[in-house]
Nanobody, 115 residues
Framework: QVQLVESGGGLEQPGGSLRLSCAAS????????MSWYRQAPGKEREFVAW???????SYADSVKGRFTISRDNAKNTEYLQMSSLKTEDTAVYFC?????????WGQGTQVTVSS
């Protein structure tokens, strides 16, 4: 059974930092492209960042320079370090695992940026 479990969300002030984690089980983690997406209230889910098995990364323009995606294949976990948070970063953050036609999603973790 495949499980992706996000954690690390919460309430943070503008300018602050949070680190999200996504722990995977039931997949050969090191082979998967791992991604983060987010969905704000009333908006569609949008891409945030991805990291390939060879550690190539890509970011949405809205988070470039502020967020860093990483992975630890020994722990079957991906991370999203978020810094210089803005109110517009408020959303539910989801992790995704992709390998060819296989795609799995986590249940999401809420991030709220507010003073």
């Amino acid at each position: 059974q495949v499980q992706l479990v996000e954690s690390g969300g919460g309430l943070e002030q503008p300018g602050g930092s949070l680190r999200l984690s996504c722990a995977a089980s039931g997949i050969t983690f090191r082979k998967y492209v791992m991604s983060w997406y987010r969905q704000a209230p009333g908006k569609e889910r949008e891409f945030v960042a991805w990291i390939t098995p060879s550690d190539t990364t890509s970011y949405a323009d809205s988070v470039k320079g502020r967020f860093t995606i990483s992975r630890d294949n020994a722990k079957n976990t991906e991370y999203l370090q978020m810094s210089s948070l803005k109110t517009e970063d408020t959303a539910v953050y989801f992790c995704k695992a992709t390998l060819n036609s296989l795609t799995y999603w986590g249940q999401g973790t809420q991030v709220t940026v507010s003073s």
